[in-house]
């Protein structure tokens, strides 16, 4: 009877450890499986945009709970939707402080990546090189053919982002040494890198500007003053033209924990040295030098 009492005691002990074993095992499956849902909003610099599609493609194929909704409309754009949490992601070529009546206070800034900006021409035009002062005359309308500058005898055709776009920010404040005759007026412009590509290449005399993940056989970059458009020129600032490409999150905003988990993956060792290269932009880890946004090296 002892002998009985004993084996049950056992059996029921035994049952009961296995009972908590079973239940931190599934308490811990459960954390482990808890899987990512809701979707975000993406918004604003064209330059970005197709990184970001890219990387919203294969976050959402890793969780299929989420949806990430990737917009352009230039880098003031995704700004100000940031701001007024219309958008969960502002994306832009510019630090928040620059752009006019945007509440830089309201926005927590992520820099993603840095991309190189060349100004791109007609394959056609006769010119391969340019010195910054040429390219200042050509934008401020000093300069209207092509045979002053060394080329065919060809009207010069302006192709510019609009006001808004960060790239032309960017391309204003460091190619045209932020001159204040630059207005872009007499110009064609356009919202989007993707369409100012597609006109430079298929207008003769036409010169615009683009990130150098958009530069293609369609269009020819220029040298500025014999310094080639290249990424490793960017890293150690002899190519002056790049930009902080950012992503900014509202202060207050409302999908905080996805906001973490997507920004998480973009700055992951895995996206940075894959498609952040691949996509001919540059990860943060490989500057050697560091801007303000006033544009001073640090």
């Given at each position: 009877m002892?002998?009985?009492?004993?084996?049950?005691?056992?059996?029921?002990?035994?049952?009961?450890?296995?009972?908590?074993?079973?239940?931190?095992?599934?308490?811990?499956?459960?954390?482990?499986?808890?899987?990512?849902?809701?979707?975000?909003?993406?918004?604003?610099?064209?330059?970005?945009?197709?990184?970001?599609?890219?990387?919203?493609?294969?976050?959402?194929?890793?969780?299929?709970?989420?949806?990430?909704?990737?917009?352009?409309?230039?880098?003031?754009?995704?700004?100000?939707a940031?701001?007024?949490?219309?958008?969960?992601?502002?994306?832009?070529?510019?630090?928040?402080?620059?752009?006019?009546?945007?509440?830089?206070?309201?926005?927590?800034?992520?820099?993603?990546?840095?991309?190189?900006?060349?100004?791109?021409?007609?394959?056609?035009?006769?010119?391969?090189?340019?010195?910054?002062?040429?390219?200042?005359?050509?934008?401020?309308?000093?300069?209207?053919?092509?045979?002053?500058?060394?080329?065919?005898?060809?009207?010069?055709?302006?192709?510019?982002?609009?006001?808004?776009?960060?790239?032309?920010?960017?391309?204003?404040?460091?190619?045209?040494?932020?001159?204040?005759?630059?207005?872009?007026?007499?110009?064609?412009?356009?919202?989007?890198?993707?369409?100012?590509?597609?006109?430079?290449?298929?207008?003769?005399?036409?010169?615009g500007?683009?990130?150098?993940?958009?530069?293609?056989?369609?269009?020819?970059?220029?040298?500025?003053?014999?310094?080639?458009?290249?990424?490793?020129?960017?890293?150690?600032?002899?190519?002056?033209?790049?930009?902080?490409?950012?992503?900014?999150?509202?202060?207050n905003?409302?999908?905080?924990?996805?906001?973490?988990?997507?920004?998480?993956?973009?700055?992951?060792p895995?996206?940075?040295?894959g498609?952040?290269?691949?996509?001919?932009?540059?990860?943060?880890?490989?500057?050697?030098?560091?801007?303000?946004?006033?544009?001073?090296?640090?």
């Amino acid at each position: 009877m002892k002998i009985k009492k004993r084996i049950l005691a056992s059996g029921i002990i035994g049952l009961a450890f296995s009972s908590i074993l079973v239940a931190c095992s599934s308490g811990a499956n459960d954390e482990n499986n808890k899987q990512l849902t809701g979707t975000l909003t993406s918004v604003g610099s064209t330059a970005m945009q197709p990184f970001v599609e890219e990387a919203s493609k294969s976050f959402m194929a890793s969780n299929p709970g989420v949806q990430i909704n990737v917009q352009g409309g230039g880098s003031g754009q995704g700004l100000t939707a940031t701001v007024n949490d219309t958008a969960d992601l502002g994306n832009s070529d510019i630090f928040a402080e620059e752009k006019e009546k945007i509440d830089a206070s309201k926005l927590i800034d992520h820099k993603a990546f840095v991309v190189g900006i060349a100004p791109v021409v007609h394959p056609q035009v006769g010119v391969t090189n340019l010195t910054q002062q040429q390219l200042i005359d050509i934008f401020t309308g000093k300069v209207k053919n092509w045979k002053e500058v060394g080329g065919k005898d060809q009207a010069i055709v302006l192709v510019n982002r609009s006001e808004s776009s960060g790239t032309r920010a960017t391309f204003a404040k460091f190619a045209l040494k932020d001159n204040q005759e630059f207005r872009g007026n007499g110009a064609i412009v356009e919202d989007s890198s993707g369409t100012v590509r597609k006109i430079i290449g298929q207008t003769k005399g036409a010169i615009g500007y683009l990130a150098f993940s958009y530069i293609d056989n369609t269009v020819k970059a220029l040298t500025l003053d014999g310094v080639q458009p290249t990424n490793e020129n960017v890293t150690t600032n002899k190519w002056l033209v790049w930009a902080y490409e950012h992503i900014y999150t509202n202060t207050n905003g409302k999908n905080k924990q996805l906001e973490d988990a997507f920004l998480k993956y973009i700055l992951s060792p895995e996206i940075q040295n894959g498609l952040v290269k691949k996509l001919n932009y540059i990860p943060i880890i490989d500057m050697k030098v560091e801007r303000d946004a006033s544009g001073k090296l640090k």
